[in-house]
Nanobody, 113 residues
Framework: VQLVESGGGLVQPGGSLRLSCAAS????????MRWYRQAPGKGRELVAA????????NYADSVKGRFTISRDNAKNTVYLQMNSLKPEDTAVYYC???????WGQGTQVTVSS
């Protein structure tokens, strides 16, 4: 299993970023996918989830209305569109398939003026 997150960076408050996670080594289209984040000194937090066929979505209260999770099963990729970013969104973001204990290296998102 390989998970490669990308798209992070430094952005000002109110800005946007789109994260991508390229997955391989498992039957991507059969797995629900999640995005997590881990801020400095804090535990890993579930941010968003999408069902295997993309029809069901869940979001943490802290990101509802600002973040959108999506997937492209033809490309084995899951995305996280992040709008109206806040300093408290600063964290390393990870994707993960539900039921598979494997993590990528994550991508750093820093929201700061």
């Amino acid at each position: 299993v390989q998970l490669v997150e990308s798209g992070g960076g430094l952005v000002q408050p109110g800005g946007s970023l789109r994260l991508s996670c390229a997955a391989s080594g498992f039957a991507f289209g059969y797995y629900h996918m999640r995005w997590y984040r881990q801020a400095p000194g804090k535990g890993r937090e579930l941010v968003a989830a999408v069902s295997s066929v993309g029809g069901g979505y869940n979001y943490a209260d802290s990101v509802k209305g600002r973040f959108t999770i999506s997937r492209d099963n033809a490309k084995n990729t899951v995305y996280l569109q992040m709008n109206s970013l806040k300093p408290e969104d600063t964290a390393v973001y990870y994707c993960k398939p539900v039921g598979i204990d494997s993590w990528g290296q994550g991508t750093q998102v820093t929201v700061s003026s």
